[in-house]
Nanobody, 124 residues
């Protein structure tokens, strides 16, 4: 089992920054990758970024490339999402997800465990 707890969301003006955190606790589960997705209302969850456990693969959605950065601190079992130059269209609930085996990293259906999310609202 893996538990993921997100934090760091909030209300920020356009052009501002936020850093989201995802604390993982994994028991008897090998995490292959941790990703951030976002969702607006009832729409499908949108891939934002992913980092594999070996640190060899990092991928970003085109919409956030150059503005968002994913990092991890293994000593704290935490994955971070630094979001800079935020835009109103970044407004969404942001979710952290963990994947066990090597699967399609951008596909939300391939992820085994999810956090409850943290809301990010960017005002214009």
């Amino acid at each position: 089992q893996v538990q993921l707890v997100e934090s760091g969301g909030g209300l920020v003006q356009a052009g501002g920054s936020l850093r989201l955190s995802c604390v993982l606790s994994a028991r008897s589960f090998s995490v292959h990758a941790v990703a951030w997705f976002r969702q607006v209302g009832g729409r499908e969850r949108e891939f934002v970024t992913v980092l594999t456990g070996d640190g060899l693969t990092i991928d970003y959605a085109d919409s956030v490339k150059g503005r968002f950065t994913i990092t991890s601190d293994n000593t704290k079992h935490t994955v971070y999402l630094q979001m800079n130059s935020l835009k109103p269209e970044d407004t969404a609930r942001y979710y952290c997800a963990a994947m066990g085996g090597q699967k399609a990293l951008r596909d939300p259906t391939e992820y085994d465990f999810w956090g409850l999310g943290t809301q990010v609202t960017v005002s214009s």
